[in-house]
């Protein structure tokens, strides 16, 4: 039965759509329609509300509506939607001020000239206008008011003319900032959360064991992810659309020629140009630039490309008259002050101490009054100018409603989807299928391009997304992103927006197409760009670090990167790291040796052996290197025979675990049919042979599992296990061999400081002797409180000092013993002074030399951050994916 109402939910959404309803009303509308019947049935058939459930009931429908509900509203964490209405904002207010039409016009005028200039002009505009404004329909319209006129004016191939037009338009879907990404981003951050209780699932099966290691985790993503893992292959569409243009108008010139300007190239038509791109390229560096560099947030980075989408529309609505470019002139001065100030002063009010100081701060406070006086000014001008402002205040809200609501009702439509099954449905279907995760995701993939046919992205976004990836995600043999599924899917969307008869885009373009264009030359002219659509699809599927590269990169370059030592960073930091052994090798060597002879007898002898251990083991490190490689090549060479049979045999025994998960499912509807009096028993015996069949598939299944997998399998961990000691004494080995040296410097040059409490120390003796329990319990907290102060690492002269309080009683008893501990302190410290103050001499400089030398490869664990380099070279290792499934 729960296939039956998993139908009727199917069937009632899609009638819904098909009749004309909203789909904001549509997607809930279903889901509480046939909840309600599935419920009353269960009460009328079978005596329970949840009898026809294949998961929970009702209730805990309700309750996962209300739980969304209050996730997109309430809780602080899930604030990615918040950039919405303000990229919305931004695209709106640039389309309604004309600035997109100034762009066009200058584009078309700059590029006309050479060979396929137009059509190269309306790509790089589209790109521009996707960075923007993100807005496929405004885009398309907009496009095809201006420039397909001009186009088909000078004798433009109609199919080239409307293809180029529609394809730059969709690029709006996968440049950042995309409204589409920001969708995605949301979902997506919620099916990693569901694909790692999958993996984990999994993990537990294969090997008994409850926690997954941290390096087997699913990396989620977010806003800016999405962003920045969409810009390269949004590039490479452009690429391949200009150069396609660019080989048409060689190859065939009368389907696109130059187009001679009638203005002259002079410096009025270069300021032109330069006020019509300067400023949305600045916008754009702004978004874009800010959220790459890490310093803002991606909301934060809507937040300024909504302010400064309407000073742009300040001065341009009031092009031609005297005073337009004021506020934005302010507002460019303003920011200039900000930013100088900034790296001049410390303009944090709590850190107030001097004078300069607080002039810092005033100037800070007169530039943003500035900035602030300039926004208000252009915003003024919006409100008074054609009643901009309240314009694109009253689409904005409409827009960003609709996407709330149509996220509500999906969230609801998808509860409803797992209430009936429907998601394990879709796994098993997927699961099944040969081929694994490829034929898994060409397959989902092909659904989502029919679905662009007749669903816009939201509804794929919050419909389709959350049922499907978390399976995608999920599987260990891929170990894909979920920034690298979110950018396929936008492009393959954006493909299917293009694809007659339904693509939106080629609806936008007809509205507005002059009569002469036949609907015809529209399809003709986009299958071209569909083509070269599904070959960017390829390159970013083929080439996961086109996506992956510039999130990992700003992942371990931000501010708040993980330290070296992450987990999830050892492979491919060590992959770097073994390269530059190879290449150093003799020069680390060089480097270990002459450290071995640095004079470190005045040392105290804990840290001579420390370090003069430590040189033996980083002498020792490209050893174990070898033994790291050795065990790799161990793995690599049975990987070839074991992999068939792991892969068959963990197919088989997923097999088994899903005729289990039926045996029980058909258990316990016969002990439920047994409680009821109204069962008849040829139905009791109906279950009883299923599951009597069941029992016998699953013996034959078992029977195929090979005799020797259990040996095959201990002998393959074995190799697993070894490989990972290897690795595991190599990172023990280095970081102890880094530790002393790295402890040593940070002490070496703290002999002055700690000098200069010596008069306190010393007058400890006297105190101890003859001050009272209260002078003498008072002065050893004091210099405790100095010592951490002076330098670091005084910890053993303050437990000593420590052992002194506790030694002497409230009544006086124990001061002897208080005052042996007392002159063991000082004659500790004293030690430490004079071996500070020479290591600082005659150590300090050969030791940081050596430091120097190892810091970035021996050292590189223990430091605090990566190097850019290094972190470039490990982004790029990390974006490929790397198959895992053999640990499960």
């Known amino acids: ?235 490479v569409l452009v690429g391949l659309y200009v150069t396609y243009i660019l080989i048409t108008a060689i190859i065939r010139p009368k389907s696109a020629p130059p187009v001679p300007s009638d203005d002259k190239f002079d410096l009025q038509f270069a300021f032109r140009v330069i006020l019509a791109l300067v400023p949305p390229l600045a916008l754009i560096f702004a978004v874009l630039g800010s959220i790459i560099l890490g310093i803002a947030t991606v909301n934060q980075a809507g937040a300024i490309g909504a302010i400064g989408a309407m000073i742009m529309a300040g001065y341009r609505l009031m092009e031609g008259k005297r005073g337009a470019f004021t506020p934005a002139i302010i507002a460019i001065v303003s920011i200039v002050a900000i930013m100088v100030l900034l790296g001049q002063f410390d303009l944090n009010i709590k850190s107030i101490d001097t004078r300069q100081d607080l002039t810092g701060v005033i100037l800070a406070v007169i530039a943003v009054i500035g900035l602030l006086f300039a926004v208000g000014w252009s915003g003024w001008r919006t409100v008074k100018i054609d009643d901009t402002l309240k314009g694109v205040m009253v689409e904005t809200a409409k827009t960003t409603s609709m996407v709330f609501i149509i996220l509500l009702g999906a969230a609801m439509l998808t509860a409803a989807f797992r209430s009936f099954g429907g998601e394990e449905l879709v796994k098993e279907f997927l699961t099944s299928l040969p081929g694994g995760f ?48 979110g950018v396929m899917i936008g492009v393959n969307m954006q493909t299917s927006f293009l694809t007659p008869p339904f693509g939106f885009a080629l609806f936008y373009l007809r509205g507005v197409a002059p009569i002469e264009v036949k609907t015809t030359d529209i399809y003709r002219g986009v299958v071209a760009f569909i083509l070269l659509q599904l070959v960017g699809l390829g390159i970013a599927g083929t080439f996961p670090s086109l996506v992956n590269f510039l999130p990992n990169q700003s992942f371990l370059t931000a501010e708040t990167a993980p330290p070296p030592k992450n987990p999830r960073l050892q492979q491919c930091l060590e992959q770097h790291i073994f390269a530059v052994y190879d290449d150093s090798s003799d020069t680390l060597r060089t480097a270990i040796q002459g450290a071995m002879r640095l004079d470190i007898s005045y040392l105290p002898e804990n840290r001579q052996s420390e370090l003069a251990k430590s040189f033996d083991l980083a ?88 005799g020797s997998w259990e040996n095959d399998r201990k002998q393959f961990v074995s190799l697993l296990t070894a490989q990972k000691k290897a690795r595991r004494d190599y990172r023990r080995n280095v970081d102890s061999a880094y530790e002393p040296v790295n402890k040593l410097l940070s002490v070496a040059l703290s002999g002055g400081s700690l000098a200069e409490i010596s008069g306190d120390m010393r007058a400890l003796t006297a105190i101890a002797q003859n001050g009272t329990v209260d002078e003498v319990k008072a002065a050893l907290k004091a210099a405790r409180s100095a010592l951490s102060k002076a330098a670091p690492d005084t910890g053993a002269i303050s437990s000593v000092l420590t052992k002194a309080d506790r030694a002497l009683k409230k009544n006086g008893n124990g001061r002897e013993t208080a005052v042996e501990f007392v002159a063991e302190a000082v004659a500790l410290y004293t030690s430490e002074v004079t071996w500070r103050e020479r290591a600082a001499t005659d150590l300090f400089a050969d030791l940081s030399s050596y430091d120097d030398a190892i810091k970035n490869s021996i050292g590189i664990r223990l430091q605090d951050r990566l190097p850019t380099s290094i972190a470039r070279s490990v982004a790029a290792c990390r974006s490929q994916h790397r198959d895992i499934s053999l640990n499960f």
Do not use: C
Not at 133 to 139: D, H, K, P, V
Not at 453 to 480: H, K, Y
Not at 635 to 650: L, N
């Open 438 to 485: 490829w034929t898994q995701f060409i397959v989902v993939m092909g659904v989502i391009f029919l679905l662009g046919f007749f669903l816009d992205f939201i509804e794929i976004a919050v419909v389709v997304v959350p049922i499907v990836a978390p399976i995608l995600l999920s599987d260990p043999a891929a170990n894909v992103t979920a920034v690298w599924l």
């Open 619 to 706: 002498l020792g490190t490209f050893d174990l290197v070898t033994q790291v490689r050795a065990a790799e090549a161990d793995v690599a060479q049975a990987t070839v025979t074991y992999r068939p049979i792991h892969v068959d045999v963990r197919n088989l025994q997923k097999d088994v675990r899903n005729i289990d998960d039926e045996i029980d499912e058909l258990s316990d509807d016969l002990n439920r049919l047994r409680r009821s009096q109204a069962t008849l028993s040829g139905d009791l015996k109906d279950i009883e042979n299923i599951i009597e069949a069941l029992e016998a598939e699953k013996a034959v299944i078992e029977g195929q599992i090979p």
């Open 1 to 235: 039965m729960e296939l039956f109402f998993l139908a009727l939910l199917v069937l009632t959404m899609a009638g819904a759509l098909a009749a004309g309803f909203p789909v904001a009303f549509a997607l809930p509308g279903s889901a509480i329609l046939t909840i309600g019947i599935a419920s009353i049935a269960g009460a009328l058939f079978a005596g329970d509300v949840s009898a026809f459930f294949a998961q929970d009931g009702p209730v805990q429908w309700l309750t996962a509506g209300v739980t969304n509900f209050r996730g997109v509203y309430w809780e602080v964490e899930r604030d990615t939607l918040i950039a919405v209405p303000l990229f919305v904002f931004m695209g709106i207010m640039l389309q309604r001020s004309k600035i997109a039409e100034d762009l066009l016009v200058t584009m078309a005028q700059l590029f006309g000239p050479i060979p396929g200039g137009l059509g190269i002009s309306v790509v790089l505009v589209g790109a521009l206008l996707a960075a923007t404004t993100g807005i496929l329909g405004a885009t398309v319209v907009a496009m095809g008011l201006i420039s397909l006129p001009a186009m088909l004016r000078n004798n433009y191939s109609k199919p080239l003319a409307t293809g180029t037009i529609a394809a730059a338009g969709t690029l709006g879907q996968i440049i950042p900032p995309s409204i589409v990404l920001i969708i995605l981003a949301d979902q997506l951050s919620n099916a990693t959360d569901q694909a790692g209780t999958l993996r984990q699932i999994e993990y537990k099966n294969a090997t008994g064991q409850a926690v997954l290691p941290t390096e087997f985790g699913i990396t989620s993503t977010s806003a800016g992810d999405m962003f920045l893992g969409a810009f390269l292959p949004g590039l």
